[in-house]
């Protein structure tokens, strides 16, 4: 599930979870992905580029098309993403975030 959110939410979440004093944090948006793993949930932090990426995956899109809709998307920092395009798919392939690859159309 991927989350477009007003506030940045994820420090507060962890002290809530490690049963620490929470700080609501000012509006700023921020983009999640909670997903599971067998029994366990995970939920990872996202750059805007790496969320509209995922985005258009989940409606389909191939990654070409994908990357070009992120690269034409406004405020979308191309440069950082193609720099990290290769890691963020090594570490999302190695936690577990994609179950499977699918080739062609």
């Known amino acids: ?3 477009e959110l007003a506030h940045p939410i994820t420090a507060a979440m ?3 979870r490690d049963d620490e004093p929470m700080v609501v944090p ?12 067998d029994s366990q949930r995970w939920r990872v932090q996202l750059s805007f580029e790496q969320f509209a990426l ?14 070009e809709s992120v690269a034409t998307t406004d405020g ?3 440069a950082a ?8 798919f090594r ?14 159309g």
């Open 54 to 67: 995922l985005s258009a995956l989940v409606d389909g899109a191939s990654l070409g098309t994908a990357i």
């Open 81 to 88: 993403m193609m720099a990290g395009l290769g890691d963020w």
């Open 26 to 37: 000012a509006p700023q948006p921020s983009w999640i992905c909670v997903y599971r793993d």
């Open 91 to 104: 570490q999302w392939m190695g936690s577990g975030l994609f179950s499977a690859e699918r080739l062609g």
């Open 14 to 16: 962890n002290a809530a």
């Open 76 to 78: 979308a920092d191309v």
């Open 1 to 3: 599930m991927l989350l």
